[in-house]
């Protein structure tokens, strides 16, 4: 991975993501990195307004508050005016349906009859039998949850860690891409929607759940095997003829894009593949900045760091107070309390092996907000500008690795003013940040200790 090449290089550099995903060339000026909740709440809005043939969700869940209604009135209005219009939502079964009032209710005013819109809630096959008889309401996400966060209108997508609920809209730190025109990549991401609605749960408009007359396999009450190796098989389908289908050539454009997933309940690891090779094939000198909400780095991406990458990184986490479980009752309190546990053995351990010149953390702390971010931004040796970021709605924890669904798109760039752009969204996501130093009194509760021992793949 040099630096001294032809305008072509960094898109060569990358040839070898064409493996492991589909890839699209776009147009750099098509691509805009939104900078606050608030800008992200008025441009959906704003495309919810616009959009002339379809909008398409993919999210954990919706909230209950006004600016979410807001947004679902939106919709219906949108809809109402433009009868062609086609909607389709994509959320998690057990996170949409908690409460009274939930996800599921408050999407009832757009799942009017005259209208062409459908409601998917992806239910994990691994929350089954007795286990999903005991897990309270609350506490039954932590087996597996749809975590992708996809916004999409027309052939345009925002791509994001933010779920649609008012601190996403009004305090809460993360990252959205937003590309236009790029019709391609929209129909892949919308395909794969689509696909994964099969397999899901259909909500009416009743507020009841049906399955799909085309899907003969029930989440939780088909044999886990039978269920996950037809859902396997279905998307590996869907997602290797979109590799073949759309090889791109680095010398027709100057930006492309690799769309990844990672669904675990189906054996599919594409995204964590990547990114663990995008850190041990970083060339020496070069800078990895990255960043998650909850620090929970598994042990196959803390191997690469520690022993195989030549890489430097910046590893930017939240500081318990910016920890969105902070004020969580219950034994949820406790979770940022497991995450310092974390980031302390971590931190340990690179001071053990004298690693603290190649990797530095840093918390990320402003008063009244949470953290949510999460990306990768490599920048090459002797560079001062990222040629390549990672965007989606991997935390890059153990529970990506092993619960959850979710979508990383790689945006790789030759384009000297979209490298500037994210170079500046970089810095704004850093600068409420300071550098990790461990608290010398902290001590974990014993219970923690032993309950992180043994569900860590689960935080």
């Given at each position: 991975?040099?630096?001294?090449?032809n305008k072509?290089c960094n898109l060569s550099?990358?040839k070898?993501?064409?493996?492991?995903g589909?890839?699209?060339?776009v147009?750099a000026?098509n691509?805009?990195?939104?900078?606050?909740?608030?800008?992200?709440?008025r441009?959906l809005?704003d495309?919810?307004?616009?959009?002339?043939?379809?909008i398409v969700?993919a999210s954990?869940?919706?909230g209950i508050?006004?600016l979410?209604?807001?947004?679902v009135?939106t919709?219906?209005?949108?809809?109402e005016n433009r009868?062609?219009l086609s909607?389709?939502?994509?959320?998690d079964?057990?996170r949409?349906?908690?409460?009274?009032?939930s996800?599921r209710?408050?999407l009832m005013?757009?799942?009017?009859?005259?209208f062409?819109?459908?409601?998917?809630l992806?239910?994990?096959?691994?929350?089954r039998g007795l286990?999903?008889?005991l897990?309270?309401e609350r506490?039954?996400?932590l087996i597996?949850i749809?975590?992708m966060?996809l916004?999409?209108f027309?052939?345009?997508?925002?791509?994001?860690?933010?779920?649609?609920?008012?601190?996403?809209f009004?305090?809460r730190q993360?990252?959205?891409?937003i590309?236009e025109d790029c019709k391609?990549?929209?129909?892949?991401?919308?395909?794969?929607?689509?696909?994964?609605?099969?397999?899901?749960?259909?909500?009416?408009?009743?507020?009841?759940?049906t399955?799909?007359?085309?899907w003969?396999?029930?989440?939780?009450k088909?044999?886990?095997k039978?269920?996950?190796?037809?859902?396997r098989k279905q998307?590996m389908e869907?997602?290797?003829?979109?590799?073949i289908k759309?090889?791109t050539?680095e010398?027709?454009?100057?930006t492309?894009v690799y769309p990844l997933?990672e669904?675990?309940?189906f054996?599919?690891?594409?995204d964590?593949?990547?990114?663990?090779l995008?850190m041990c094939?970083?060339e020496?000198?070069?800078t990895?900045?990255?960043a998650?909400?909850?620090?929970?780095?598994?042990?196959?991406?803390?191997?690469?760091?520690?022993?195989k990458?030549?890489?430097n990184f910046k590893?930017?986490f939240?500081?318990p107070?910016?920890?969105?479980f902070?004020q969580?009752k219950?034994?949820?309190?406790?979770?940022?309390?497991?995450?310092?546990?974390?980031?302390n053995?971590f931190?340990?351990?690179?001071?053990?092996?004298?690693?603290?010149e190649?990797?530095?953390?840093?918390e990320y702390?402003?008063?009244?907000?949470t953290?949510?971010?999460?990306?990768?931004?490599?920048t090459?040796n002797?560079?001062q500008?990222?040629?390549l970021?990672?965007?989606?709605s991997?935390?890059?924890?153990?529970?990506?690795?092993?619960c959850?669904?979710?979508s990383?798109?790689?945006?790789v760039?030759?384009?000297?003013?979209?490298?500037?752009n994210?170079?500046?969204?970089?810095?704004d996501?850093?600068?409420?940040?300071?550098?990790?130093?461990p608290?010398?009194?902290?001590k974990?509760?014993?219970?923690?200790r032993?309950?992180?021992r043994?569900?860590?793949n689960?935080?």
């Amino acid at each position: 991975m040099t630096t001294n090449c032809n305008k072509n290089c960094n898109l060569s550099d990358f040839k070898w993501l064409q493996k492991f995903g589909p890839s699209y060339s776009v147009k750099a000026e098509n691509i805009t990195a939104l900078k606050s909740p608030s800008e992200f709440y008025r441009t959906l809005l704003d495309r919810c307004c616009t959009a002339k043939h379809r909008i398409v969700i993919a999210s954990l869940y919706l909230g209950i508050g006004d600016l979410e209604r807001d947004l679902v009135n939106t919709i219906k209005v949108a809809m109402e005016n433009r009868r062609e219009l086609s909607v389709r939502v994509l959320l998690d079964a057990n996170r949409g349906s908690r409460g009274k009032v939930s996800s599921r209710t408050m999407l009832m005013p757009i799942l009017n009859p005259s209208f062409d819109c459908r409601v998917f809630l992806y239910h994990t096959p691994k929350l089954r039998g007795l286990l999903r008889l005991l897990l309270p309401e609350r506490y039954n996400e932590l087996i597996g949850i749809q975590h992708m966060k996809l916004y999409m209108f027309d052939d345009s997508i925002i791509i994001s860690g933010a779920n649609l609920s008012q601190d996403y809209f009004t305090n809460r730190q993360d990252r959205y891409i937003i590309i236009e025109d790029c019709k391609l990549l929209v129909d892949f991401y919308i395909g794969l929607v689509e696909l994964l609605g099969r397999m899901s749960f259909q909500l009416t408009n009743k507020n009841t759940l049906t399955l799909d007359p085309t899907w003969e396999h029930h989440p939780y009450k088909s044999p886990y095997k039978t269920y996950a190796s037809e859902a396997r098989k279905q998307l590996m389908e869907y997602y290797n003829t979109h590799i073949i289908k759309h090889p791109t050539s680095e010398n027709v454009t100057d930006t492309i894009v690799y769309p990844l997933i990672e669904f675990p309940p189906f054996d599919i690891h594409h995204d964590s593949q990547t990114t663990n090779l995008l850190m041990c094939n970083a060339e020496p000198g070069s800078t990895m900045h990255m960043a998650t909400g909850y620090f929970n780095i598994p042990d196959i991406y803390i191997d690469t760091m520690f022993q195989k990458s030549l890489a430097n990184f910046k590893i930017l986490f939240s500081h318990p107070m910016a920890n969105s479980f902070q004020q969580a009752k219950g034994p949820a309190g406790f979770i940022p309390t497991a995450y310092s546990y974390l980031t302390n053995t971590f931190h340990s351990k690179i001071e053990q092996l004298k690693l603290h010149e190649r990797i530095t953390c840093f918390e990320y702390q402003r008063t009244g907000w949470t953290f949510h971010s999460k990306g990768l931004w490599y920048t090459p040796n002797k560079s001062q500008l990222p040629v390549l970021t990672a965007v989606g709605s991997s935390n890059y924890g153990a529970r990506s690795l092993n619960c959850d669904l979710e979508s990383q798109l790689i945006i790789v760039t030759n384009n000297q003013k979209l490298q500037q752009n994210f170079y500046t969204e970089k810095c704004d996501i850093f600068k409420s940040t300071s550098l990790y130093i461990p608290d010398g009194e902290f001590k974990a509760p014993l219970w923690v200790r032993f309950v992180l021992r043994m569900f860590r793949n689960y935080f």
